[in-house]
């Protein structure tokens, strides 16, 4: 291309497994293909940074967000703009207001079982649940994560956050009622004094019953395997930088960040 930036997420399409998606934080999202090898512009935003994106499990539906803190959500088949979620200037009203994300957004995810339900997290220090269904913006808010990174995941009726403070930073949450199930703090993490800071946090794939949570960031030193159960962290694998980006498809873990390098580990 006619210049470089970086990429800021990549999310495979679930039913046509041979193409993935990246967004940049130069406007485009780039359509892939893992059996050609080749890329296309697929969507552009115009002045927005794409910091992330996530496709739908019907593969029907692609949601960005970035700088601009608004949400849109498109038609995969016709790379159509189908709605685009953010506050309007002209809106006085606290309650429109409060609908809509108000500072950049780090973290989009759809639901695994409901393929009209995402959730959306940033700087704003909010956690937003939004149905497609709905075009008047969010349909329920949790205050209080400060999401910066690909730091939310949903299992079944539940909200797994990781936000970029010093501790208390991996929570639980009620997506029904948007209320704090609990705040995990693994009782034999080691104490530091770097806190804990996380950039990324998912459930971990090798686990059906939802009990195994995988996180990472800048203060702890390590990609976390951890128990909700027991609250103990049950393996580490050992960063010397920040963590930014991981993944996992049954056992298997990867993860990356600011080390030139991409780990693969496994779990089991």
Sequence with gaps: MESSFPVMCCRFNPSRTEIFYASSACGNIFACTTNTYEFSRFIVEPKNEI????VN??????????????????????????????????DVLEDKVNKYHRMRVFAVRFH???????????????????????????????????????????????????????????QLWDMTSGKLIETVSPQ???TTLDGEFLYTVQFFDGDPYGDTVLCGGSGTSAVE????????????????????????????????????????????
Aim: net charge positive; proline share 1%; charged share 25%.
């Design 51 to 54: 910091n992330t994106i996530d």
């Design 57 to 90: 499990i019907t593969g029907e539906h692609l949601v960005s967000a970035g700088k601009d803190a608004a949400i849109r959500l498109y038609d995969i088949e016709t790379t159509k703009m189908i709605s685009n979620y953010r506050k309007n200037a002209a």
């Design 112 to 170: 695994h079982g409901q393929e009209n339900v995402f959730i959306s997290g940033g700087w704003d220090d909010t956690v937003r649940i939004w149905d497609t269904r709905a075009s008047l913006g969010s349909v329920r808010v949790i205050k209080g994560p400060h999401i910066c990174g690909d730091a939310i995941d949903a299992r079944d009726s539940r909200i797994l956050t990781g936000s970029w403070v010093v501790s208390g930073s991996l």
């Design 188 to 190: 034999n993490r080691p």
């Design 225 to 268: 395997v951890i128990s909700l159960r027991d609250k103990k962290v049950m393996g580490s694998f050992h960063v010397n930088k920040a963590i930014v980006a991981l993944d996992s498809n049954r056992s298997a873990i990867v993860f990356g960040g600011m080390e030139s390098v991409i780990r693969l580990a496994d779990y089991s």
